[in-house]
């Protein structure tokens, strides 16, 4: 096992920043320092909310674990991934209590709001490497205003096991206290695929398998994405679109209302959307707001492709390109390499951490509009051995 370095609270502002997705061997990865702790979180039973048309809502609950862990650590930059239906994070020592409490009260409002169990657990990296996993972590730019976490090491995907099985759980209760959600939305149009499909793409490597062996699987599908138009990016270039209302506004408004009535959340927010929506038709700058350029950054800024313990992808690819990347996968699965999970469809949506419109540092996390990873991941589970 490699040595890790020791606690530093910069550790992660500290690591360099990878432009080129390709460029992400397991070279660029950096392990965790031994006292840092890793969390994740999902929704039990995804898939049968997503059976009921509730994709969205799993997507909004998602992204609500990385929106409640920024505003209750305001300034930090610390690496986190998003998942579809939950998030895998990394933090500092110092950080690790009030995580554990927010993490609390977003349960409990998810169950208030929802009557939907999200899971969570959190673990010092030194019981994850006394597990004979590790925890790496890179940093990816996908814009010039934004970048993401990627992990690598095996640690997350030994921690969503001991959350699932019940063996690690959070074992924190509630003060009461609704998450601070601010900044959550999602507000834009689901978008068309352009070139065939909006395929939904995951991969976990098999334990035991050579990680050389299964780098160069990742690096040929990565490859086969590279060479469609914009890397197989979802999203068009000038961004999304905008519909007035937005079908997300309501789940918007009982997700985050905190301790405002809903009724007067509903009510700000729609007068506030109206507003953004004759902004975004009229395609001109209001004061220092730039729509089009705003919906430009949107797509820029989005996290379509990303390692969380293994490849993930959302991408707009041709039936040809989706045949060719199966066919990859269903070698290296036969040889032991990896599990894998593939789901097509017709639409990917967006679900959004906006700090504030006047910065071009919002985050756009991209799944498929008809379950995406979710549904992708029930295909692995299938040939789980567990």
Same mark, same amino acid.
């Given at each position: ?14 690591? *360099? ?10 070279? $660029? ?5 031994? !006292? ?9 039973? #995804?898939?049968? +909310? ?22 209750? =650590?305001?300034?930090? $930059?610390? *690496? ?11 933090? #500092? ?5 009030? $995580? $554990? ?54 640690? =997350?995907?030994? =921690? ?19 998450? !601070? &959600? ?6 834009? !149009? ?11 793409? +995951? ?6 398998? *050579? ?55 509903? +009510? ?6 109206? +507003? ?5 038709? /009229? ?27 293994? &490849?993930? =992808? ?13 066919? &990859?996968?269903?070698?290296? /699965?036969?040889?032991?390499? &990896? ?48």
């Amino acid at each position: 096992m490699e040595e890790s370095p020791s606690s530093t609270v910069t550790f992660y502002d500290d690591l *360099p920043l990878f432009a080129e997705f390709s460029g992400l061997e397991r070279e $660029a990865f950096t392990p965790l320092p031994q !006292d840092w702790v890793i969390g994740c979180c999902d929704i039990l039973d #995804s898939t049968a +909310l997503i059976d009921r048309g509730q994709f969205k809502t799993v997507n909004m609950i998602g992204a609500a674990v990385i929106a409640a862990l920024r505003n209750a =650590l305001p300034g930090r $930059a610390f *690496p986190f991934v998003f998942g579809g239906d939950g998030a895998g994070f990394a933090l #500092s020592p110092d950080c690790a209590d009030l $995580a $554990a409490r927010e993490l609390a009260r977003l349960q409990a409002w998810v169950t208030q709001e929802f009557a939907i169990h999200l899971r969570a657990t959190m673990a010092p990296v030194r019981d994850v490497r006394a597990a004979g996993k590790d925890v790496r972590v890179a940093r990816f730019g996908a814009s010039r205003n934004v970048d993401y976490a990627m992990f690598d090491g095996g640690g =997350l995907n030994w =921690l969503e096991r001991e959350m699932k099985t019940a063996r690690r759980t959070l074992g924190l209760k509630s003060d009461g206290t609704p998450p !601070d &959600l601010t900044g959550l939305s999602c507000r834009w !149009d689901t978008v068309k695929a352009r070139n065939g499909m909006i395929l939904s793409v +995951l991969i976990k490597p098999d334990p035991s398998a *050579p990680p050389k062996k299964v780098a160069e699987v990742t690096q040929a599908i990565v490859r086969l994405a590279n060479g469609l138009d914009r890397g197989g990016h979802p999203l068009p270039e000038e961004g999304p679109g905008f519909r007035f209302p937005p079908k997300g506004l309501m789940l918007e408004a009982r997700l985050g209302r905190g301790k405002t009535a809903e009724i007067i959340k509903k +009510l700000t927010l729609t007068l506030g959307t109206a +507003l953004i929506a004759v902004v975004f038709w /009229r395609g001109k700058k209001l004061g220092r707001f730039d729509p089009i350029a705003y919906r430009a950054e949107t797509a820029a800024n989005a996290d379509f492709r990303k390692y969380d313990d293994g &490849l993930k =992808l959302t991408i707009d690819c041709p039936l040809e390109t989706r045949d060719r990347i199966e066919a &990859l996968l269903v070698q290296a /699965r036969d040889a032991k390499l &990896l599990r894998y999970g593939l789901f097509a469809q017709d639409k990917a949506m967006v679900t959004c951490i906006v700090p504030s419109a006047m910065r071009a540092d919002h985050m756009h996390f991209v799944d498929g509009a008809s379950g995406g990873y979710a549904r992708a991941a029930q295909m692995l589970r299938a040939q789980d051995p567990m």
